[in-house]
């Protein structure tokens, strides 16, 4: 195992305690701390310590892609690490978004690039799906929620520029992309006005809750079709240790909170609003699954104990939490492929068997995490062990 120095992305939604809570270092941080990677992505690569200097962990990889990854990954990924984890910390509403399934990524960076697009919707040819797992009470909005309930929503505003929008949600199954299309779509001219209107309507008390919100979004994208679209999700309230997953097609936006995701490796996103970046309507109506999505929060699944995952249906990657206590001092956790393992509470011992095999700190097999760091360990490594008192994210794949 080796232990990791990763990079935080200073993007301005968000938090400027968390992460630096997290690491022990002074709060306030001096600019916003959104996320911190815990990976090989190449903009912005974790490090591995070694005694005589840091290397990035893309080059350490490349270099042994067998040993790191496993002949498994290699055959079914290609000689990169096949997941990214990441720390996020939210003040403020990201933006709406889905990312493509498999066939329709390889499909859309075949085609964006040979017709030269510009707009680069498709960064690469992998799909992207997404579990976060709540560090602290967390809000978001994962998927569409009934339509009928939907249009009783926008009805309640009283605008009559929406009566086309309710009506679509009311029409059954096919509204829905109908009504999306129609908000996304709105007239630029107009769209300012529409948020303002719906800002400063007042809906029936049984509303309670989507009138807060849409006044919140309001207020963070004045002007944006996209907080109306956001009306049309579930808003998800997770505790600390829920999880909510985001397959492919599902429009989704996190809202506030900090916790623990973890993706496939890709940088596919198609934006649905809440954002001044490119907004491609055409194709994010092509990549949307338009159904409703009844069972929103994932609960932790025992695995042993002091062990618990949240079982998700890609190989891309697996994650378990482990928590050692009085009662559970030491962890056993078989896993397969490449392994990073996350201190988000105490201090954590892991161990995978293995003797030293490089210049590194200390030894190959065993290092000590501190809160906020994190370890990496090769392919060739056997089952972790676990020691020491604290709770610690793990990633592997799902690949045997």
């Keep these: 195992m080796q232990l990791l120095r990763s990079p935080i992305r200073d993007y301005a939604w968000g938090s400027r305690s968390v992460i630096a809570e997290l690491q022990g270092r002074p709060v306030p941080s001096d600019g916003p701390e959104a996320e911190l990677w815990l990976g090989a992505h190449p ?43 990441k720390v996020l910390a939210a003040d403020a509403p990201l933006s ?55 249009a009783d929503v926008l009805a309640g505003f009283g605008i009559a520029a929406l009566e086309p929008v309710v009506a679509a949600l009311r029409a059954g199954a096919g509204g829905l992309r109908e009504a999306v299309r129609l908000l996304l779509c709105w007239p630029p001219a107009d769209r300012a006005g529409l948020v303002a209107a719906v800002a400063a309507a007042e809906l029936p008390e049984r509303f309670a809750a989507e009138q807060v919100l849409a006044r919140r979004l309001a207020g963070h994208y004045p002007g944006d079709p996209g907080v109306l679209v956001a009306l049309l999700l579930n808003h998800v ?19 506030r909170g900090a916790g623990v995701e973890i993706m496939a490796a890709s940088d596919n996103v198609l934006r649905g609003g809440l954002t001044p970046k490119h907004v491609d309507v055409a194709e994010l109506l092509r990549v949307l699954r338009f159904e409703v999505l009844d069972e929103v929060v994932l609960p932790p699944v025992p695995v042993s104990p002091g062990v618990v995952t949240w079982p998700v249906p890609v190989p891309d990657f697996v ?70 008192a604290g709770t610690a994210y793990v990633a592997s794949v799902g690949v045997h």
């Design 237 to 255: 309230r997770l505790e600390p240790g829920e999880a909510v997953w985001m397959p492919a097609g599902n429009l989704h936006a996190y809202l």
């Design 96 to 150: 709406l978004q889905a990312h493509p399934d498999l066939d329709q990524a390889r499909a859309g960076y075949t085609a964006q690039t040979a017709a030269g697009d510009g707009h680069r919707n498709y960064a690469d040819g992998n799909h992207k799906p997404e579990l976060l797992v709540a560090l602290t009470p967390f809000e978001a909005l994962c998927g569409f929620q009934r339509p009928e309930l939907s």
């Design 43 to 85: 903009g912005a690569p974790s490090l591995v310590e070694w005694a005589d200097g840091p290397r990035s962990l893309v080059d350490v990889i490349a270099a042994e892609p067998d040993h790191w990854l496993g002949a498994a990954v290699v055959s079914r990924f290609g000689p990169q690490l096949p997941y990214l984890m």
């Design 319 to 388: 994650i378990h939490r482990v928590v050692l206590d009085g009662q559970v001092p030491t962890v056993s956790l078989p896993v397969d492929g490449p392994r990073v393992v996350l201190c988000t509470a105490g201090e954590v011992s892991v161990a995978d068997g293995t003797g030293p095999v490089g210049p590194a700190i200390g030894s190959a097999g065993l290092v000590t995490v501190p809160p906020g760091r994190a370890a990496i360990g090769a392919a060739a490594g056997g089952a972790l062990t676990f020691t020491g």
